[in-house]
């Protein structure tokens, strides 16, 4: 079921198991005659289930790293000055070659151990918890349990203001409508700190929250549209949770603007080769200068595939982040004010209904209901473009703001019947 009324798809939001809201199944384009193969998009949080986690976070910064990347810059200029021509040359291994590339910096450029060093202190590890009660316990008392998330969030301003994936939080946000939800956001210097929702964007996977200190180191944003592919890409963020806070890994970046499904839409992404684990979520991708450009969300895993990582490029969380800071949810954002369900080909072609999406429930005085659109109707055509999928009226949505008037038509009780409706805003 899709709830267009609030704007949230549960499908993949499941509050009594986690595990859950981790994987989509995406179908790759079928070819004839060739054996169709499943991907699975991993909305990378770490997961902790039973038990909260306790104690600080501490920060490093890997010693083989540094170790590694100076003995390959001696290789690389021994390379160069005794074979005269391009460095990467002289290199024996596919990994020595890409860093090779990656060494091979330009004016302003930092090394990768400078990168970390500027960034790293304003990479966090957030933490979301869930306290349960059971009633089985000894003559019917219940027995308290918690299960958690862990992911990653960026220092966005001194007093506290930290950004994050939206998925990284989601049980926090009032609309969830889950309880005894706390955040925990544990720093590099070991302190830890209470945090509190601002705001989220389910649909760019993208919220802010916040945590009561002050002097803060502060990330550098850069601009994602100056981003080319094969430009150094490092990730800094919490694979696996706090056990590894604090992981630097390098790569390029593979692709720009490839449009992936995260389960609320499609969505423009960097393609990246650096490692991106789980609890990465919410964590930086880096340029070469040591800025921002882009928020680690989602990669694809499969057995055999490696190198399939996606960062929300920050050129597109910029404008959300301020609103969400600001109040709390994004401005202008269109609704409907529906529940919808998707009617596929084969119950079209069983029941005789057209394809489209089936109107489960409409919200009083929303839009839908204003424009006249009822419980049980088959919407198939928004703003003069058919609907067959959930994605699809979502991308419609995106084109528009709040007050803007489409048509869409619906079947009912057989005839198709062409309305008009006004989309409201999701402030709510």
């Avoid at 080769?273 to 040591?290: E, M, R, W, Y």
């Avoid at 409907?336 to 005789?352: C, D, F, H, K, L």
């Amino acid at each position: 079921m899709y709830n267009n009324n609030d704007d949230w798809n549960n499908q993949f939001y499941n509050s009594s198991n986690f595990e859950n809201n981790e994987i989509i199944t995406i179908p790759p384009k079928r070819k004839k005659h060739k054996f169709t193969t499943y991907l699975s998009l991993v909305l990378i949080t770490s997961l902790v289930t039973g038990a909260a986690v306790g104690g600080g976070m501490y920060y490093k910064f890997s010693k083989e790293l540094e170790q590694q990347v100076g003995d390959l810059q001696k290789s690389v200029a021994l390379s160069a000055k005794s074979n005269g021509n391009s460095t990467a040359a002289t290199l024996t291994s596919a990994d020595s070659l890409k860093a090779a590339t990656l060494l091979n910096t330009s004016a302003g450029d930092l090394s990768i151990s400078e990168i970390a060093k500027k960034v790293g202190p304003s990479i966090v590890g957030v933490t979301m918890s869930v306290q349960n009660s059971r009633s089985s316990g000894f003559y019917g008392f219940g027995t308290p349990s918690s299960s958690s998330s862990e992911g990653s969030g960026i220092i966005i301003s001194s007093d506290g203001y930290i950004m994050t994936n939206y998925h990284v939080v989601s049980y926090a946000d009032p609309k969830s409508g889950i309880k005894n939800t706390t955040l925990t956001v544990y720093l590099p210097d070991k302190r830890q700190a209470k945090a509190t929702f601002i705001g989220g964007d389910e649909d760019n996977d993208l919220a802010v929250i916040k945590i009561n200190l002050t002097n803060l180191p502060v990330a550098e944003l850069g601009s994602s549209s100056e981003v080319e592919v094969g430009d150094t890409a490092v990730a800094i963020g919490n694979p696996l949770g706090m056990e590894f806070a604090g992981s630097v890994t390098v790569g390029v970046i593979s692709a720009l603007n490839r449009q992936v499904d995260t389960g609320n839409g499609p969505m423009d992404l960097f393609q990246t080769d650096a490692a991106i684990n789980p609890g990465n979520s919410g964590g930086a991708l880096v340029n070469s200068k040591g800025q921002v450009i882009g928020i680690n969300s989602a990669k694809i895993s499969k057995n055999g595939i490696e190198g399939l990582g996606f960062a929300i490029p920050t050129d597109t969380a910029k404008p959300i982040i301020e609103q969400l800071r600001t109040y709390g949810y994004v401005k202008g954002k269109p609704l409907m004010g529906i529940s919808t369900q998707e009617v596929p080909e084969r119950y079209s072609e069983m029941y005789g209904i057209p394809v489209g999406l089936y109107v489960v429930e409409v919200t009083p005085g929303g839009a839908a209901a204003n424009a006249g659109i009822k419980a049980k109707d088959i919407i198939i055509k928004l703003d003069g473009k058919k609907v067959k999928t959930n994605a699809d009226i979502d991308a419609i949505k995106k084109l528009h703001k709040a007050g803007d008037t489409v048509d869409v038509v619906v079947s009912r009780n057989g005839q198709q019947i062409t309305l008009k409706l006004t989309f409201t805003e999701a402030n709510q």
